[in-house]
T-cell receptor, first 111, second 112 residues
């Protein structure tokens, strides 16, 4: 059974700090990995995706992938109170590249 | 640009009643389409996906069914709702090839 595990949190960081979110996956056949942000009561919003080992940066966000360790992470630099949300990690696999989601990590950025 | 619509936004239904939720995508053709359910405080569970008209794959045996009558339309149905069907139903589309999925605004369903 394909699984994606995340620390449920909650994770609290002060404004301006780096927030580090982690995720592991069980299916070695997973091809791509995604980070979504979900505000309370809203639908998930895509932040980044990564499919190659290493780092991928987009503004204040950096995704890191280590396929040997089956580990994905998301770093948020200069965290802002508006970053407070639940962050969902997902891995894609299968013919239609279906996504398997983790249960999410709740992040609170304290002003 | 592409837009995904879902309706209704909220729905309260009695146990045993039928269900029909609709999802449409604009601005793209032949998308992959997905239905997810998110129970309160939980992660997203993939229910169905479709790679083309009339092609439906089910991920989880359940009280629900899906149909894709047109290229950009995806419908989630039930003949008789259960209490356990309550949740936040999300439709998503994907353009490929790296399968980034984009979610619609969702339908919040409460079964009483």
């Amino acid at each position: 059974q394909k699984e994606v595990e995340q620390n449920s949190g909650p994770l609290s960081v002060p404004e301006g700090a780096i927030a580090s979110l982690n995720c592991t996956y069980s299916d070695r056949g997973s091809q791509s990995f995604f980070w979504y942000r979900q505000y309370s009561g809203k639908s998930p919003e895509l932040i980044m995706f990564i499919y190659s080992n290493g780092d991928k940066e987009d503004g204040r966000f950096t995704a890191q992938l280590n396929k040997a360790s089956q580990y994905v992470s998301l770093l948020i630099r200069d965290s802002q109170p508006s970053d407070s949300a639940t962050y969902l990690c997902a891995a894609s696999s299968g013919s239609a590249r279906q996504l398997t989601f983790g249960s999410g990590t709740q992040l609170t950025v304290l002003p | 640009s592409q837009t995904i619509h879902q309706w209704p936004a909220t729905l309260v239904q009695p146990v045993g009643s039928p269900l029909s939720l609709e999802c449409t995508v604009e601005g793209t053709s032949n998308p992959n389409l997905y239905w997810y359910r998110q129970a309160a405080g939980r992660g997203l569970q993939l229910l169905f996906y479709s790679v083309g008209i009339g092609q439906i794959s089910s991920e989880v045996p359940q009280n629900l069914s899906a149909s894709r009558p047109q290229d950009r339309q995806f419908i989630l149905s039930s003949k008789k709702l259960l209490l356990s069907d309550s949740g936040f139903y999300l439709c998503a589309w994907s353009p490929g090839p790296y399968n980034e999925q984009f979610f619609g605004p969702g339908t919040r369903l409460t079964v009483l």
